[in-house]
């Protein structure tokens, strides 16, 4: 009987200590932020896990949880580029978010600008990220944002242009504004000189900016900063400044 009650005793230990590990004991979330968007944070993962507060995660059961519809909860919020979430064996969920980076802001007038991100995304407008970016405007720009950049012919043109100027220290320092209007004609506004710069259309980017590279170097030197208003780069190997 002795040796019965013992046998009792150790199984009961290990069905509690089993049902102890079939609970969520911990929701351990890590964002993989090295750019330091701030759009999300661990709070705002917290709230799309739990659907906003509806579900309890912490305490209940994992034959309770769906890990599969949190992680896609995650997935479709716009600011979070990859998720993922799965039990570890001490029976914590672990969720791992990486954040998309905007490089560039949609402005409109009396409207909140989107973000563009550099995968192409459109992120929502956010007053989260206060991040000096590249500033997209004119009468192209509700075409643009209807859908990610890389998904259009007209968006991957103007998605190679930015990306350009974000990836080169000089452009990325001197381009403060790029104007699209309907035709996809591309006017530029310096951070430090007073010219504009009509760029045309997004194609021969590397080209035109070569130019432009000559006009700043040799020819804006001899005349001063500010001693033109205004420099053309449409047309094949010209420079016209006025």
Known sequence: MAVIAAVMIITIAFSERDNDSDLCKEVV???DNQHENFFVDEQDV?????DQGAYVVIGASFNDLNLKAMEQRVKEERFIKK?????????????????????ARVIREGRPGEFIALDGAILPPSSKFATRTLLVSGDYVPELIRQDLNETPEGKALFKLMNFIDKDKFWKAQVAQIDIDKNLEITMYPQVTKQIVEFGKPENVEDKFRRLKTFYTQILPRKGWNGYRRVNLKYKNQIIAE
């Open 83 to 103: 998720a993922e979430i799965y039990k570890d064996l001490k029976g914590n969920i672990l969720v791992n978010v990486t954040l998309r980076r905007p490089f």
């Open 46 to 50: 917290t709230n799309l896990i739990t």
């Open 29 to 31: 979330i890590r964002i």
